[in-house]
C-alpha cells in the first residue's frame, strides 16, 4: 500500500478521521479523567492535611489548656494543704477581728503572688465579702462569685468560674475559689485567686504551628441562647466577651462544639466565612474548642492546578503527563527536604521501622541521624534491617527482638534500653520511644526516635557502684563499732572491779588511820591524802567508768540497729503511740508536762524501730523544755501522697537553724550542760527511720520550741 491519502477511497479517509477523532476523543477523555481525578485528589489530600493539623493543634491546645485548669486549681489546694496557713485560717474564721491572724494570712498571700502567676488574692465570707485581700487594687466581688460559692460548696473541691470583665478598666479575670476555713458556729471563708487570661491563656489560644492567613482558635461559652467569644479574634477587634451570636445558627462551627458535638466540622464562620474547623466541648468546664482555617486558604492552589491541567491538556497530552510528574517529583523532594531538615535538628534518629508478617523487617525512613546511632546510612536499611540488628550487643539482641515481638502483637508502646557494639564508637546505649500501627497486610509499622543515653547510663552505673561502697563503709562501720564495743567492755569490767575494790580498801585504811588520831603528820599531807586526794581521785575513776559504761552501751544500740534485720508490716500507730506515752507519762507528771496524741494514720515500717524512735524523740523532747513554761509534747498524723506523715511537736527550748543539721551526727550535743546523755538518742532515730523506709527532719526556733516530721509508706490496705 502507498503512503498517500489520495489513493484511499473517501469513504476511508472518513473511517480513518473517524478513528483518529475517536482515539482524540478518548485520549482527551482519559486526560480530563486523569486530570479531575488528580485534581479531586489534590483537593482531598488538602483537606486531610487541614484536618489532620487542626486535629493536631486541637488536641494540644485541649491537653494545654486542661493542664492549666488544673495547675490553678492544684495551686489553691497547694495553698490551702499548709498546715501553719489553715491553721490561721480556722482561726480567723473563729474570730475576724483578730488582726493577727489577718496578717500572717495577707503576708502568706503576698508570698504567693510573688512566685505565681496571680493578679490577685483574696479571702472572702459566704456572701462575697472581701475580708483580707492582696495583690492588684481590690475590686469588687463579680456576681458570677454568688453562683461559683454555691458550686463549689457542692463539689467539696476547688472551682473555676466563668471569664469576666472588670467593670472599672474592662480587664479580664477568671476566679478560682475554694473554702478555705469554717468556724465552730458555721461561718464559712473561701480563699480566691484572681488570674488574668491575656497573660498565658490567650497567648496560648493565639499562637498558631506554622504560617496560616486565617487560622485560629476560639474559646466559647454559651449564655442563655446566645454564643458569648471568650477571646480576642484574629478578625474582630475586642471580641472578648463582646461578640454574640444566636445558638440557633445550625452551621456555626461553635454552637456545634456547645451542642455537644466533638470533631471536625465545615460550616460557616462568625464572619459568614465558609470553614474547616475541629470542635470539642472542653471537659470539666461550659466552654468549647473550636480551631479552624478558611476553606479558602485549606483549598489554595487548587484553583491553579485546575487550570494548569487544562492548558497543559490542550497543548500536548506528552507535556501533561512529563508535568504531572515533574509536579509529584517536586512535592516529594519539597516534602524530603523539608523532613530532612527537621530531623538533622533531632539528637538521635527518627525512623520508620517495618515488620512484615514473614518475619523481614526494614527502616522505610531513617534521618540522617542514623549514622551516629548504627554507623549505617539509610540507604543501607531502607529494604533490609539486618545491618542495624548486627550492630547489637549479642546479650540484648534476644530480649530486643522478644520486646520487639511483643510490642508488634499488643500495639504497646516501645520503650527499650539496650547496647550495641559498634566499629567506630565501640560499646554505646541506645533508647528507642516508638508508637505502633497494624498494617493492612498485618505487619507493623512503629514511628519511633532512637537517642544516645550512654552517658546518662554511665552516670547510673556510677551512682549505683557509688552507693554500693558507701553501704559497704556503712556495713564496715557498723562491725566496728561492734566489735570495739566489745572488745572496749571486757577492759571497762576490769576497771570498774578493780575501782570498787580500790574504793572498799581505802575505806579500810581510812578506819585503820583514825584509830591513830595523834599519829604523826607533816603538813597534814596524809590528812590531805585520805580526805580530799584519794576519794577525789577514785570518784573520778569511778564516774569516768560509768560515763565509759554508757557510751559503750549507746554505741551497742546503735550497732545492733544498724546490724538488725527490718520487717516491715502495718502498724498501728495509735496503739503504739498508745504505749509510749504510758511508759513517759511518770516522768512527764515529774516534769510538770503534758502528752498530747491525735489519731494516727498507720504505715508500714518495723514496729520495734518505730517504738524507738518514738521513745527517743518523746524523751528528747521532756529533757529539754523552756524554763518557766509548762512543757507541752504533741503527737499527730496525717496521710499525703502515698505516705504517713507523722509530727512530734514542743514548745521546749528550740535551737537555732545552724544546729538543726548537726543534731543527727553521732555525738552532737546542742546543750551538753542542759540534760544528760551521750549523744547518740538523734543518730539512732535517723539511722532507724532510713532503714524502715521513712525520713525524718526537723524544724526549730530558739525559745519556741521544735517540730520532728518523719514519714513512712502507708499502710497498702487504707485507701
Not at 73 to 93: E, P, T, W
Not at 227 to 248: G, M
Not at 263 to 291: K, Q
Not at 666 to 682: N, T
Request: net charge neutral; with cysteine; aromatic share 8%.
Amino acid at each position: 500500500m502507498g503512503g498517500d491519502l489520495r489513493h484511499i477511497p473517501v469513504s476511508g479517509l472518513a473511517v480513518i478521521k473517524r478513528r483518529l477523532t475517536a482515539v482524540f476523543i478518548v485520549a482527551a477523555a482519559a486526560l480530563a479523567a486523569g486530570g479531575l481525578w488528580y485534581h479531586a485528589h489534590f483537593r482531598e489530600s488538602k483537606r486531610a492535611a487541614a484536618e489532620k493539623l487542626l486535629l493536631s493543634i486541637e488536641q494540644i491546645k485541649s491537653a494545654e489548656l486542661a493542664l492549666w485548669r488544673q495547675e490553678r486549681v492544684s495551686d489553691l489546694s497547694l495553698l490551702l494543704d499548709n498546715g501553719v496557713f489553715s491553721a490561721y485560717l480556722r482561726r480567723f474564721a473563729a474570730s475576724p477581728s483578730d488582726l493577727e491572724a489577718a496578717g500572717v494570712i495577707r503576708s502568706r498571700l503576698r508570698a504567693f503572688l510573688k512566685h505565681k502567676n496571680y493578679k490577685y488574692a483574696a479571702l472572702a465570707d459566704a456572701e462575697c465579702k472581701v475580708l483580707v485581700s492582696a495583690g492588684e487594687k481590690p475590686e469588687p466581688m463579680c456576681p458570677q462569685l454568688e453562683s461559683l460559692v454555691p458550686r463549689t460548696l457542692a463539689s467539696g473541691r476547688p472551682e473555676m468560674g466563668e471569664f469576666y470583665r472588670s467593670r472599672e478598666g474592662g480587664s479580664f479575670h477568671i476566679d478560682v475559689l475554694a473554702q478555705a476555713a469554717q468556724a465552730g458556729r458555721g461561718r464559712r471563708l473561701f480563699l480566691l485567686l484572681r488570674l488574668d487570661p491575656s497573660e498565658y491563656l490567650y497567648p496560648l489560644l493565639q499562637t498558631w504551628p506554622g504560617g496560616s492567613e486565617t487560622g485560629e482558635t476560639l474559646l466559647v461559652a454559651r449564655e442563655g441562647d446566645e454564643i458569648v467569644f471568650l477571646n480576642d479574634l484574629r478578625h474582630v477587634k475586642d471580641a472578648a466577651l463582646n461578640l454574640r451570636v444566636p445558638v440557633t445558627a445550625a452551621r456555626l462551627p461553635a454552637a456545634m462544639a456547645l451542642n455537644g458535638f466533638s470533631g471536625l466540622v465545615r460550616g460557616t464562620d462568625y464572619r459568614g466565612v465558609d470553614v474547616l474547623a475541629a470542635v470539642n466541648p472542653l471537659p470539666g468546664s461550659s466552654w468549647a474548642m473550636v480551631t479552624k482555617m478558611d476553606w479558602d486558604e485549606v483549598m489554595a492552589g487548587t484553583t491553579r492546578v485546575a487550570i494548569l491541567l487544562a492548558l497543559l491538556g490542550l497543548a500536548l497530552l506528552a507535556a501533561l503527563g512529563a508535568g504531572t510528574f515533574a509536579m509529584f517529583r517536586g512535592q516529594e523532594e519539597k516534602a524530603g527536604e523539608m523532613l530532612a531538615r527537621l530531623t538533622e535538628q533531632v539528637p538521635g534518629v527518627v525512623y520508620q521501622y517495618r515488620l512484615y508478617p514473614d518475619g523481614r523487617s526494614c527502616f522505610p525512613y531513617a534521618s540522617p541521624g542514623i549514622a551516629q546511632i548504627y554507623e549505617v546510612t539509610p540507604e543501607q536499611v531502607r529494604e533490609d534491617a539486618t545491618p542495624v540488628f548486627s550492630r547489637l550487643h549479642p546479650d540484648d539482641l534476644k530480649s530486643t527482638s522478644e520486646a520487639i515481638f511483643a510490642s508488634a502483637r499488643d500495639l504497646s508502646i516501645f520503650h527499650w534500653e539496650f547496647r550495641v557494639v559498634l566499629p567506630e564508637q565501640g560499646l554505646r546505649w541506645r533508647l528507642c520511644d516508638a508508637r505502633p500501627e497494624r498494617l493492612p497486610d498485618g505487619g507493623t509499622l512503629w514511628y519511633g526516635i532512637i537517642t544516645d543515653v550512654t552517658e546518662r547510663k554511665r552516670a547510673e552505673e556510677t551512682m549505683r557502684k557509688l552507693n554500693r561502697d558507701l553501704a559497704e563503709k556503712n556495713r564496715e562501720l557498723e562491725n566496728f563499732l561492734y566489735v570495739t564495743s566489745h572488745d572496749l567492755r571486757s577492759p571497762l569490767v576490769n576497771i570498774q572491779g578493780f575501782s570498787q575494790n580500790l574504793v572498799e580498801h581505802f575505806a579500810a585504811l581510812k578506819a585503820y588511820a583514825e584509830k591513830f588520831p595523834g599519829a604523826p603528820d607533816e603538813g597534814g599531807s596524809v590528812k590531805a591524802l585520805l580526805e580530799e586526794k584519794v576519794p577525789a581521785a577514785l570518784d573520778f575513776i569511778t564516774g569516768s567508768a560509768a560515763k565509759m559504761d554508757r557510751l559503750i552501751t549507746a554505741l551497742l544500740r546503735l550497732s545492733r540497729a544498724g546490724r538488725a534485720a527490718v520487717t516491715p508490716r502495718k502498724v498501728d500507730m495509735n496503739a503504739l503511740m498508745l504505749q509510749v506515752t504510758s511508759y513517759f507519762s511518770f516522768r512527764a507528771q515529774q516534769a510538770g508536762a503534758e502528752l498530747v496524741c491525735g489519731d494516727l494514720p498507720p504505715c508500714t515500717a518495723d514496729r520495734e524501730a518505730l517504738n524507738q524512735v518514738f521513745s527517743n524523740l518523746v524523751e528528747n523532747a521532756l529533757k529539754y523544755g523552756q524554763p518557766g513554761r509548762p512543757l507541752r509534747v504533741e503527737i499527730s498524723g496525717r496521710r499525703a501522697d502515698g505516705r504517713s506523715v507523722y509530727e512530734v511537736r514542743d514548745n521546749g527550748r528550740g535551737m537555732e537553724a545552724a544546729e538543726a543539721g548537726k543534731i543527727w551526727q553521732l555525738f552532737y550535743r546542742v546543750d551538753p550542760a542542759a540534760a544528760d546523755g551521750e549523744g547518740v538518742g538523734l543518730a539512732l532515730v535517723k539511722a532507724l527511720a532510713e532503714k524502715s523506709g521513712g525520713s525524718v527532719e526537723v524544724s526549730s526556733e530558739p525559745g519556741k520550741g521544735s517540730v520532728f516530721r518523719l514519714d513512712f509508706p502507708a499502710a497498702k490496705d487504707e485507701p
